[in-house]
């Protein structure tokens, strides 16, 4: 809402409270007169408050936004807003997790941003030493995205845990050789005994300023970015301190975007040290926080923002606790969401990852998708999610497959809007397709001995009829 220099502290609040019932009440009026549905949106207004405050003292707001669906997290709306306040503020749409992404669909995505006139660049906040690590294994991705962050004394114990693997790999090692390893490395290295007392202190308030210099990586971000390929934390930084050229000396980065698309995790990583606290659980930051570093000689402000749900009506409810707006853990129905997932991710898939064998349709059912029942119930035999009545526990079952949907286990990447077919945007991956012909040739071979097993079961238990006749065979008995 407008406002001057003039008005008190109360004015003010009564102001923009005014104006917020009010735009809540044309919000109504129209969803009643047209019969539209609103999706569920933030109506707290101390939450609108921090995106006002954060939009009016940035120079540049960047909207982050998920790269599995862009759209469904950028709103065309708060860009004009804006630009409404000041047609010197800067857009900038920031894709992060676009390390889930492929070349040939992140080029697709650059392709349609860069046709709408739009500033798009492509990050991923997922550390790049965890990333190359974790990068062989399956699962170690999503675990790695929901700890993006390890504290100094959580890394010694890892040093000093890959130290004593060494009974794994080298049985002729002995615990006295490596205790004496371990202590002589401790010798020749320099005693810090104050620094973990340091770190266990409290948290650096918001007015200091911040001591350590970044210094990013200069004229190697233009051609990642004209190609659409993912910038690092170097590179991400050179092209935001140099939007607003060298004649600027500072200025204030906003970072705003829905819960769970990773702000807080991308602020650490710019930041390089954990600054703002990170969870899975959607609307983990409630205030807007402020962080002041020296770029380039440049005073920099990064502003976080809390996550924000925005109106729309195009997108359900159940999209929302696909993509990690609603909680999952709080959510009534999963049948709709569970729906939603089935449509998006190929039986192929959810039977490779999981191990599952989905009963298949009748002939008369055509190719049709798995019903959510059968998944649900698969899934919870398999693992063991069982209710008090001795019945497979759906709704566990739900809430874990609808997890590793968020964190990317299960991957889909919607395509643009000028796209053709989705299928050819998601092809399904070789080794899903290798594990399913290992599956069936291993069900074809189990059923094959199964039906050898019953028939030399079934010929020694058959019983014949001359047996227990009553008489010589062929009599008749009265």
């Not at 002589?184 to 104050?194: D, F």
């Not at 990583?269 to 000689?297: C, D, M, W, Y």
């Not at 119930?377 to 999610?385: I, K, S």
């Not at 949907?405 to 077919?421: A, T």
Request: hydrophobic share 30%; proline share 6%.
């Amino acid at each position: 809402p407008p406002w001057t220099k003039a008005m008190t502290k109360e004015q003010l609040d009564r102001h923009e409270k005014d104006y917020f019932l009010e735009w809540r009440k044309n919000l109504a009026v129209v969803q009643e007169s047209d019969h539209l549905i609103l999706t569920p949106f933030e109506k707290n207004l101390e939450v609108w408050r921090q995106l006002w405050r954060v939009v009016e003292r940035s120079d540049i707001v960047i909207q982050i936004v998920d790269a599995r669906n862009p759209l469904f997290y950028w709103s065309s709306d708060l860009e004009a807003y804006v630009k409404e306040l000041s047609p010197e503020k800067e857009n900038v749409v920031l894709v992060n997790k676009s390390d889930l992404l492929s070349d040939v669909q992140r080029l697709d995505w650059f392709r349609y941003f860069r046709s709408k006139n739009m500033n798009v660049v492509f990050y991923s906040a997922l550390e790049k030493p965890a990333e190359e690590e974790d990068s062989g294994d399956e699962g170690t991705t999503v675990k790695v995205r929901e700890h993006l962050q390890l504290d100094e004394e959580e890394r010694n114990i890892l040093r000093n845990f890959n130290k004593f693997q060494l009974l794994d790999t080298d049985p002729t090692v002995t615990c006295h050789q490596i205790n004496d390893d371990v202590i002589a490395e401790q010798e020749h290295e320099p005693k810090l005994e104050q620094e973990p007392e340091e770190e266990e202190e409290e948290p650096i308030p918001e007015q200091k300023p911040q001591t350590d210099n970044i210094e990013p990586k200069v004229g190697t971000y233009t051609t990642k970015i004209d190609e659409g390929a993912v910038l690092d934390c170097s590179e991400l930084l050179s092209y935001l301190c140099g939007m607003k050229g060298d004649t600027v000396d500072g200025y204030t980065l906003g970072f705003i975007g829905y819960p769970n698309v990773g702000k807080s995790s991308t602020l650490n990583s710019l930041l390089q040290e954990k600054r703002v606290q990170v969870s899975a659980t959607p609307g983990k930051t409630k205030h807007f926080q402020t962080f002041k570093v020296n770029i380039n000689n440049k005073n920099i402000t990064f502003c976080d923002c809390p996550g924000l749900v925005f109106p729309t009506l195009a997108n359900s409810k159940s999209e929302m606790v696909c993509h990690g707006v609603l909680p999952i853990d709080q959510m009534r129905d999963h049948e709709g969401p569970i729906s939603y997932l089935i449509s998006v991710i190929p039986r192929i898939v959810i039977e490779s990852v999981y191990g599952l064998r989905l009963p298949k349709p009748d002939p008369l059912e055509g190719d049709r998708l798995p019903y959510p029942y059968e998944v649900l119930r698969e899934y919870g035999l398999l693992r063991g999610f069982m209710t008090t009545r001795g019945t497979p526990d759906e709704s566990r079952s739900a809430r874990v497959m609808l997890k590793d949907f968020v964190n990317g286990k299960l991957l889909y990447v919607k395509p643009p809007p000028d796209y053709d077919s989705t299928d050819d945007f998601n092809p399904i991956s070789e080794k899903y397709l290798e594990r399913a012909v290992k599956s069936s040739a291993f069900v074809k071979k189990s059923s094959v001995t199964k039906a050898k097993e019953n028939v030399e079961e079934n010929f020694f238990q058959e019983t014949r009829a001359t047996d227990v006749c009553k008489g010589p065979c062929g009599s008749t008995t009265s």
